[in-house]
C-alpha cells in the first residue's frame, strides 16, 4: 500500500510562534493532498488541500509547501494559537483512486 | 457548507447485540461514502468504500458481513456492526465526497464501547 508518514510525532511550541509540520509521501504518483486538523473526539476538519501542479498554497494563517523531488510536504501555521492545539494528519491522493492515504499524524500542542 | 452528520455521536452495546451508525451529508450529495476506524492515537484506517447504489468496496481484512455498509441514497450510508464484540470498540468516522471532487469532508465520528 502506500505509505503517508510523518517525521516528528508531536510538536510543542510557544502561543505566537510559526508552527511547521512535516510530512513524506511515497507514491510519486499521488497528485492532490489534503492537511486535516482533528481534534480529541471529534472527526477530521479540511485545513487545506494542493494540487501536484503547484509547489505552495496559502490559506488564513495555513501555508503548505510541496516538494515533489523529494515527496514531501509541509503545514506552516502562522501566529500560532492555543485553539491550533490537535492532531494533523496528510492525506495523498491519486486523482483517478477513490482512496485517500493517511499518515499517522502530528500532535502539535501551543504553549501558552 | 460540506457537513456531514454522524448519529449517534456515542453508543454502549452489550457483546453480540448490533448497531447501526448513520453518515448524512446535510448540504450536498455525496456520491461517494466512505467509512473510517480509528483507534486512540492511531491514524485513520479506511473501512470501505460506497457508492450509491452500489454494494460497498471492502479494504483488504474487513469483514463484509460483520460490518454491513448501505448507501442507499445521495444523503445517507448506514454502517451496521453486527454481532458486536469489545474489540470493535472504536472511534467510527464517516467522510463524503460529490461526484469526482477529490476532497472528503469528515462527520463528527461515532464512538463505540461494546461491553
Known amino acids: 500500500g502506500e505509505s503517508v508518514g510523518l517525521h516528528l510525532p508531536t510538536l510543542s511550541v510557544q502561543e505566537g510562534d510559526n508552527s511547521i509540520i512535516n510530512c513524506a509521501y511515497s507514491n510519486s504518483a499521488s497528485d492532490y493532498f489534503i492537511w486535516y486538523k482533528q481534534e480529541s473526539g471529534k472527526g477530521p476538519q479540511f485545513i487545506i488541500d494542493i494540487r501536484s501542479n503547484m509547489d505552495k498554497r496559502q490559506g488564513q494563517r495555513v501555508t503548505v509547501l510541496l516538494n515533489k523531488t523529494v515527496k514531501h510536504l509541509s503545514l506552516q501555521i502562522a501566529a500560532t494559537q492555543p485553539g491550533d492545539s490537535a492532531v494533523y494528519f496528510c492525506?495523498?491522493?491519486?486523482?483517478?483512486?477513490?482512496?485517500?492515504?493517511f499518515g499517522t499524524g502530528t500532535s502539535l500542542t501551543v504553549i501558552p | 457548507g460540506a457537513v456531514v452528520s454522524q448519529h449517534p455521536s456515542r453508543v454502549i452495546c452489550k457483546s453480540g447485540t448490533s448497531v447501526k451508525i448513520e453518515c448524512r451529508s446535510l448540504?450536498?450529495?455525496?456520491?461517494?461514502m466512505f467509512w473510517y476506524r480509528q483507534f486512540p492515537k492511531k491514524s485513520l484506517m479506511l473501512m470501505a468504500t460506497s457508492n450509491e447504489g452500489s454494494k460497498a468496496t471492502y479494504e483488504q481484512g474487513v469483514e463484509k458481513d460483520k460490518f454491513l455498509i448501505n448507501h442507499a441514497s445521495l444523503t445517507l450510508s448506514t454502517l451496521t456492526v453486527t454481532s458486536a464484540h469489545p474489540e470493535d470498540s472504536s472511534f467510527y468516522i464517516c467522510?463524503?465526497?460529490?461526484?469526482?471532487?477529490?476532497?472528503?469532508?469528515f462527520g463528527p465520528g461515532t464512538r463505540l464501547l461494546v461491553l
Open positions: 492525506a495523498e491522493n491519486i486523482m483517478t483512486g477513490n482512496q485517500f492515504y
Open positions: 448540504d450536498f450529495q455525496a456520491t461517494t
Open positions: 467522510s463524503a465526497r460529490y461526484l469526482n471532487q477529490e476532497t472528503q469532508y
